[in-house]
């Protein structure tokens, strides 16, 4: 300090806008972070409830899209697709921003 050859009194205070920096960059980290995190979550809960969905719709025949509709809404999801194929159901959920698919084979059942 005091008469120092490499001290410039210029240099005050030009720590505070690199840390204003820092702070922007560490709260634009934490976003995308929270983001991120909540994007595997919708996920995994859209995998979750199509597989729900897609084996209550099996086990349910004549009931088969009511049952799906409601095993997805209970798991937080909204059915945008559904179809019976031959043998099979097929269910597309949404949670959020996340979409997933889930097959599962009818049941058959015999009558004697």
Do not use: C, K, W, Y
Request: net charge positive; charged share 20%; proline share 4%.
């Amino acid at each position: 300090v005091g008469n120092h050859p490499f001290h410039d009194r210029d240099d005050r205070g030009q720590i505070l806008p690199f840390t204003a920096l820092l702070l922007v960059l560490a709260a634009g980290l934490a976003v995308l972070i929270v983001e991120l995190g909540q994007i595997a979550v919708d996920r995994a809960q859209a995998r979750n409830a199509a597989d729900a969905a897609a084996l209550a719709a099996a086990a349910s025949p004549g009931r088969a899209r009511a049952q799906a509709v409601r095993l997805a809404g209970a798991n937080g999801a909204r059915i945008v697709s559904f179809d019976e194929p031959p043998g099979e159901v097929v269910v597309v959920v949404v949670v959020g921003r996340a979409r997933a698919t889930a097959r599962a084979q009818t049941i058959r059942t015999f009558a004697r």
